[in-house]
C-alpha cells in the first residue's frame, strides 16, 4: 500500500509531462501549417512571426491557429530595432541573454514589440528586415 502511495506522485506527474509535450506539439503542428503561407517565418514559445514580400504578420502560439494576430506593411515602418531588456542594442552587439524584441516604429506613431527567447535569432531578424525596408524605402 505505501509503495503505491509512493508511485502515485510520480504517475501524476508522468502524465503531466505528456500533457504539457502533447500541447506544445499541437501547438508546433498549427504553426506549421500557418507557415506554409509565408517566405519566412518563426516559432517559439513568446510568438510566431511571418514575413511575405513586404507584410510581417505575428501573433501568439495556440494549439489551433495562431491567436491574437496582426499584419502590418514594412512600407509602414519608420524604423525597426533590437531591444534587449528595454535598451535598444545594434544587432551585431546583441548579449547572448536577456528579454529580447524586435521593435518597429509605424509612420503612425504605434510601437510594436515582437519577443524572442534567442537573441541571436532576433539579431538576423532584426538585419534582414531592416535591409527589407531600406529596400523598400522611396530613394
Same mark, same amino acid.
Given at each position: ?71 502590418? +506593411? ?7 530595432? $533590437? #531591444? ?5 542594442? !545594434? %544587432? ?27 537573441? +541571436? ?7 534582414? $528586415? #531592416? ?5 523598400? !524605402? %522611396?530613394?
Amino acid at each position: 500500500m505505501e509503495r503505491g502511495l509512493i508511485w502515485l506522485p510520480l504517475l501524476a506527474l508522468f502524465i503531466g509531462l505528456a500533457w504539457a509535450g502533447w500541447n506544445e506539439y499541437q501547438k508546433v503542428e498549427a504553426y506549421r501549417h500557418w507557415a506554409e503561407q509565408f517566405d519566412r517565418a518563426k516559432y517559439d514559445v513568446y510568438a510566431v512571426l511571418g514575413q511575405k514580400d513586404d507584410t510581417i504578420t505575428w501573433g501568439k502560439p495556440s494549439r489551433g491557429s495562431p491567436q491574437l494576430v496582426e499584419s502590418f +506593411s514594412i512600407n509602414e515602418v519608420s524604423e525597426i530595432q $533590437l #531591444q534587449v531588456n528595454g535598451d535598444f542594442v !545594434s %544587432p551585431q552587439q546583441a548579449p547572448s541573454q536577456g528579454k529580447v524584441n524586435i521593435h518597429f516604429t509605424l509612420n503612425n506613431g504605434k510601437n510594436i514589440e515582437i519577443p524572442f527567447t534567442q537573441s +541571436s535569432l532576433a539579431a538576423q531578424w532584426t538585419e534582414k $528586415l #531592416q535591409e527589407l525596408a531600406y529596400h523598400n !524605402s %522611396p530613394k
